[in-house]
């Protein structure tokens, strides 16, 4: 396994512009999660794919947030019209073990800076 | 009120000394209790799990969980200065269900 990659690393724009991240899950894993990190704060679930359907999102994932999965491979999660609280670390998770289902993997992450 | 309560520290301890980590919940359907380390600008790390109640010991590591208190640990014996991290507890309702994290504790083991 080549873990769960992340890309940007770092990202920052002004506030206003639209932002995309992209998540390479572990290979053949079938779920993939989105996770929000402010400084001092845990992870907060943002949107959960199984395949390619995106089974929930979470209140936090307002209209300006959409997130894809084409063909249950990468995801990409897009800011439009970015605000300066939208500056976060952004995480990304996949999981597939049917015996321990629960055993995320966790990305690096995206750094967003809304300036 | 968070669905999960966790005392963010920071914890600062000497080299060797037991470090113990806590979190308090308040949903009742949390069935699995994960810890997870995460390093500076990295991504989080799992460490131990525990399904329902009960203990487990991994090496220095042991997570307890008290559903009856809604209460979970994890306990650090031997701390070394690479144990130095913040430390997540995490849990979930249903197997494939997302995670709830805490807000992390800062810990700090000094030579």
């Known amino acids: 396994d080549t873990g769960v990659s992340q890309d940007p690393r770092h990202k920052i724009t002004k506030r206003g512009q639209n932002v995309t991240f992209r998540c390479d899950p572990i290979s053949e894993h079938n779920r993939l999660y989105w996770y929000r990190q402010t400084l001092g704060q845990g992870p907060e679930f943002l949107t959960y794919?199984?395949?390619?359907?995106?089974?929930?999102k979470s209140r936090l994932l307002s209209d300006r947030f959409s997130a894809e999965r084409p063909k249950g491979s990468f995801s990409t999660l897009e800011i439009q019209r970015t605000e300066q609280g939208d500056s976060a670390m952004y995480l990304c998770a996949s999981s597939q073990r049917r015996d321990r289902p629960y055993e995320q993997y966790f990305g690096p992450g995206t750094r967003l800076t809304v300036t | 009120q968070k669905e999960v309560e966790q005392d963010p520290g920071p914890l600062s301890v000497p080299e060797g000394a037991i470090v113990s980590l806590n979190c308090t919940y308040s949903?009742?359907?949390?069935?699995?209790f994960m810890w997870y380390r995460q390093y500076s600008r990295k991504g989080p790390e799992l460490l131990m799990y525990?399904?329902?109640?009960g203990n487990k010991e991994d090496g220095r590591f042991t997570a307890q969980v008290d559903k009856s208190s809604k209460y979970i640990s994890l306990f650090i014996r031997d701390s070394q200065p690479s144990d130095s991290a913040t430390y997540l507890c995490?849990?979930?309702?249903?197997?494939?269900?997302?995670?709830?994290f805490g807000a992390g504790t800062r810990l700090a083991v000094h030579p």
């Open positions: 995490a849990m979930s309702a249903g197997g494939y269900n997302k995670l709830i």
């Open positions: 794919f199984q395949n390619e359907a995106q089974l929930e």
């Open positions: 525990t399904y329902s109640s």
């Open positions: 949903n009742s359907a949390f069935q699995y």
